[in-house]
């Protein structure tokens, strides 16, 4: 077992032994050990991140194991995004009602899901077939659909109701495309599935262009790509705040992955333009229904929901275009997505004791009467708006440009205008929600509002240094990674 | 194989009541295990355990969704779960 193995495995394993602690132990101890695993099992795969990333051009390929550039890159984000979660989740259960499982057995429901939920989300971009990943990527569902419903209030049953049937039936269809294209292998068994033999050993033809197209649309369904996005808003409103912050920064791009990993391998049987013209497709497609949610005036969570329905456009416009520049921008778009999309979910839990109204109305100056979280919510929406010098500015600038770089100036043209109107509806919430008038009693508590302080100092950090990264990246080994791919 | 993932499909489309919509489910991936049976090859064995697993596990957590929403709404019919939009 190589290094970067052994890592993997702790990756993985430490929030798997998490849940299980979790669910063993004395109630007392529940709230201590979840954290402590949930740290250590983020700190983990930042190191397998950093490890991947550090010497892009080594692959280490097998049939059920991936560690590349990639599938790095992802898992740092995974491990990042649950190494915060960690630090939010004791200020949501203090605030939380008992929900579910009842007072007693709540905080313990609720860590152990959780647990397992970033155990099989980290596991996700590690996955060396496509079996494994449809598997992996159907437990992320069990797992979460059982935290967004955590709450137990009416809302969040819908929400989780149509999260679990909308994404299971959606995978259904991904299964019935891996059946087809197991059917056309020769050899025909669902093992031999594995990145590379799927470019190597898949004929090209009209039963595997269909196969593919089911794959990608099942896939479609757990990203939240348009048009079949109608579960993303709901699920990622009502689920705990931290939870939601998984979904939308870890999850969603971490199903992508597979998506562009599928696309990826079926290049040769199905045709490089086929695919890529899929991608963007459900990018621009993803740009069109997000952007005129933002002009509106929604529920803070609902607003964070619609731009996450954005972004993963943009990512899958990135993807689509494929140039080493495009790639370069995905790179710096899914970490800085991640990292201010988090923030603003963090952000909700003293939000919402702050101003009840939020749970369903869009507040106005916040910053008037709570300035820090006034200005953690500026900071999370002015980097989702793409206000410079964020890095996502930088990173939709790269990824248009490898647009139009990669020969598809319609869609790069189509993808800068969408994206300059979705700034304006993004850039109004911003001075509405911060700056706007109000009639709210002078600084009213805002609970927990320590650790999204805490959070908020570091995330303007990471989101600096990735602006810097972004002049940097495009000539580097990781893009020349990225660009490569496992091939 | 495939006519019963479409009546799945339509099941889960057109039946308001929560359990007729976890049969649907269940019904599409009955279709697909058909599907994987009937490949030459057959489907390897850690696969099979694994979708075993998942589909035993998406169906708990339906049941305890299922169970919630009766208890919350006095019945299972999702025509009530329509609060959500914009």
Do not use: C
Not at chain 1, 355 to 369: C, D
């Amino acid at each position: 077992m190589t290094s970067r193995e052994t890592i993997a495995l702790l990756a993985v394993g430490l929030p798997s032994l998490t849940a299980i602690l979790v669910a063993v132990a004395p109630r007392r101890a529940v709230q201590p050990v979840a954290l402590t695993g949930l740290g250590l099992a983020g700190l983990a795969a930042i190191v397998l991140s950093i490890v991947a990333l550090a010497d892009p051009g080594q692959l280490e390929v097998s049939d059920w194991v991936v560690i590349d550039a990639a599938g790095g890159l992802m898992v740092g984000v995974v491990g990042l995004v649950a190494l915060a979660s960690a630090i939010a989740s004791p200020a949501y259960l203090d605030t939380a009602p008992s929900g579910l499982f009842g007072a007693t057995n709540g905080p313990r429901a609720y860590y152990a899901a959780l647990a397992a939920f970033v155990a099989v989300l980290t596991a996700v971009p590690l996955a060396g077939n496509l079996g494994a990943a449809w598997l992996l990527v159907e437990a992320t569902t069990a797992a979460s659909a059982i935290l967004v419903g955590l709450s137990g209030k009416p809302r969040a049953l819908e929400a989780g109701w149509k999260y679990l049937l909308l994404t299971s039936l959606g995978l259904g269809f991904s299964l019935l495309g891996i059946v087809l294209l197991a059917s056309v292998t020769p050899g025909g068994t669902l093992e031999l599935l594995s990145w590379r033999s799927l470019s190597a050993d898949v004929p090209a033809g009209e039963t595997t262009l269909v196969a593919f197209l089911l794959v990608l649309v099942g896939l479609a369904a757990k990203i939240g790509w348009a048009p079949v996005h109608n579960w993303l808003p709901d699920a990622h409103s009502e689920a705990p705040p931290p939870v939601s912050a998984l979904l939308s920064a870890a999850l969603l791009p971490a199903v992508l992955l597979v998506a562009w990993r599928v696309e990826r391998a079926l290049e040769p049987a199905v045709g490089a333009d086929t695919g890529r013209v899929v991608l963007m497709g459900f990018g621009l497609l993803s740009l069109a229904v997000a952007v005129p949610f933002l002009w509106r005036p929604l529920a803070w969570k609902r607003l964070l929901a619609y731009s996450s329905l954005e972004h993963m456009g943009v990512i899958a416009l990135g993807v689509g275009f494929a140039t080493p520049i495009a790639l370069a921008g995905v790179a710096v778009h899914i970490v800085g997505h991640a990292v201010a999309k988090a923030l603003g979910f963090y952000a909700a839990t003293p939000l919402l004791g702050h101003e009840p109204r939020s749970a369903g109305h869009a507040v106005t100056g916040i910053a008037r009467t709570q300035p820090a979280l006034g200005t953690t919510m500026g900071l999370s929406l002015g980097t989702l708006a793409g206000l410079p010098p964020s890095p996502l500015f930088l990173s939709e600038i790269l990824i248009i440009a490898g647009g139009f770089e990669a020969g598809h100036p319609w869609a790069a043209t189509g993808a800068a205008a969408l994206l300059a109107l979705g700034f304006v509806g993004l850039a109004h919430a911003l001075v509405e929600t911060t700056g706007g008038s109000t009639r709210r009693r002078e600084r009213a508590e805002a609970p927990g509002l320590g650790a999204v302080m805490a959070l908020s100092a570091a995330a303007s950090l990471i989101l600096l240094v990735l602006a810097g990264a972004a002049f940097w990246l495009p000539d580097t080994d990781i893009v020349e990674a990225l660009v490569k791919g496992l091939g | 194989m495939l006519a019963l993932v479409a009546f799945g499909t339509a099941v889960v489309a057109t039946r308001r009541a929560t359990l007729h919509q976890l049969l649907g489910i269940v019904m599409v991936e009955n279709g697909l295990v058909l599907g994987a049976i009937a490949l030459p090859g057959g489907a390897s064995l850690a696969i099979e355990l694994g979708v075993a697993l998942d589909l035993t596990l998406i169906a708990i957590v339906a049941m305890v969704f299922h169970e919630r929403i009766f208890a919350e709404f006095g019945s299972g019919d999702t025509a009530m779960l329509e609060t959500l939009r914009d």
